[in-house]
């Protein structure tokens, strides 16, 4: 029970010692998007989870779930893969609208932000 | 204002933010890898900017610490810290970091100690948001130390040191530190407190219970991209998975599961579907494998143990009672 205690307490402090401001689950999607003059992609997990079960993305579309794992162009998001499966004017709000994907702080790595716990890519 | 110290907050999610310094690759794989165990001192790692925690392995010299880093220690220290795809360089440059937050290690002195303890909560601190110019991030934790000194004493004894007060949760996009505020689009992005307004609420992650949310029909997420009448083949079989020691044992859902997944989003290449085939434990959980690859990252959080260890063990077993009654 104490070790479990101290695991437990580990954890809560690794919960509040740790802020962070964004939303859990935020993806920074920025492996080409900076190096191509444009902002990196903030991909809200929260949002999309209210319209769609994680199946249509990680099985359906085929998305990995790895940050990082997926090579994602504009190319393909108006061939209608990866985001353009749903963003082309017809389920969602079309890939001209570049600002809304496009709104990532300058300099932001790709990676899971808001406060993950456990461990990131390429660790299992 | 008010932006800045979002930024040095969110600098003190060690979130590597915009930053080109030279200690930023160290600094990275700190936030990245290490801090999972040196945040907060699991299976009693050494806690990052606790001097008291480091000044006896200091004693040893550095050399000994870059090589125990680098093969591992039998109490607990994974090598590499679990990962072996970083170079050797890389994990020196990660030890560097988190030495040089207990640099005053060797020095008893009394201001620095409490100061290193403070670090992260002053970072939202006026105070840490005064010096003007870009606040260096990669200095931060050494740099608050400098800066301690100038704090009123009052602020140390605040009732809530480390509690994130309700309203720094769940901002809105302009202002959670990975949106840019000066783009047009950030600003017409939902903020999720307008989203989670009539959700079930939890207390860890986006502090929503998605399970109930789902359950009660409160939101109805598609199960086919195109097709909102398509209905999730729902399978509800529990997996009981007894855990040594007194922790409850840990009860797998299958209902829960398949209500957002497909069955190949697990099955085969996170767990083999045969019930005990799997060796999950806590630390590969949390190092983000088995379980951990989506709790903790996009589902509740392993802060939430009760919802996992959910099955109470008969505490009769002979070898239980004993250690019951030495505690």
């Known amino acids: ?124 | 204002m008010r932006f800045r110290s979002l930024i040095a907050f969110t600098f003190a999610a060690a979130l590597p933010a915009a930053s080109a310094l030279a200690d930023v690759s160290g600094k990275d794989i700190y936030a990245k890898t290490c801090s999972v165990c040196h945040a907060t001192g699991i299976a009693s790692a050494p806690r990052y900017g606790h001097a008291g925690d480091w000044s006896p392995r200091l004693a040893g010299g550095s050399a000994r610490l870059y090589a125990n880093a680098l093969k591992g220690t039998a109490k607990g220290m994974p090598p590499k810290g679990g990962n072996p795809a970083y170079s050797d360089a890389e994990i020196k440059a990660a030890v560097d970091h988190m030495l040089a937050a207990v640099k005053d290690a060797a020095k008893p002195a009394t201001p620095p100690k409490p100061a290193a303890k403070d670090a992260e909560p002053k970072a939202a601190a006026p105070v840490a948001a005064a010096p003007a110019a870009t606040p260096a991030p990669a200095a931060a934790p050494v740099a608050t130390v400098a800066t301690a000194d100038a704090l009123p004493a009052g602020d140390v004894n605040a009732f809530n040191r480390l509690l994130k007060p309700v309203g720094r949760r769940n901002p809105p996009p302009p202002e959670d530190g990975i949106h840019d505020p000066g783009n047009d689009g950030t600003h017409a992005l939902l903020p999720p407190l307008t989203a989670y307004a009539g959700l079930p609420k939890s207390f860890a992650g986006n502090r929503v219970n998605w399970v109930e949310a789902i359950g009660t029909k409160k939101i109805n997420p598609r199960w086919d991209r195109a097709d909102p009448a398509a209905e999730p083949v729902v399978m509800d079989l529990n997996i009981v998975r007894e855990v040594k020691g007194s922790m409850p044992d840990v009860v797998y859902p299958h209902k829960q599961h398949t209500e957002w997944l497909d069955c190949s989003n697990c099955h085969p290449a996170i767990f083999i579907p045969q019930k005990g085939a799997n060796a999950i434990s806590m630390a590969s959980i949390l190092l983000g494998e088995k379980c951990g690859v989506c709790h903790g990252k996009v589902a509740f959080p392993v802060s939430e143990c009760r919802l996992c260890h959910s099955k109470k063990k008969d505490l009769a077993r002979p070898a239980q009672t004993a250690a019951g009654a030495a505690k």
């Open chain 1, 1 to 124: 029970m104490k070790l479990a205690g101290a695991l437990f307490a580990a954890v809560i402090m690794a919960l509040v010692a740790v802020p962070a401001a964004a939303e859990y689950a935020d993806v920074v999607l920025n492996k080409r998007s900076e190096k191509e003059g444009v902002r990196p992609v903030v991909f809200p997990h929260w949002f999309h989870r209210i319209r769609f079960q994680c199946r249509v993305c990680h099985h359906e579309l085929g998305f990995k779930m790895r940050v990082g794992a997926n090579d994602v162009t504009m190319n393909e998001i108006s061939e209608g893969k990866f985001c353009g499966a749903c963003h082309n004017g017809d389920i969602a709000w079309g890939a001209d609208r570049c600002d809304l994907c496009h709104s990532g702080k300058p300099g932001l790595p790709t990676g899971i932000f808001g406060g993950h716990e456990t461990g990131g890519p390429g660790r299992w």
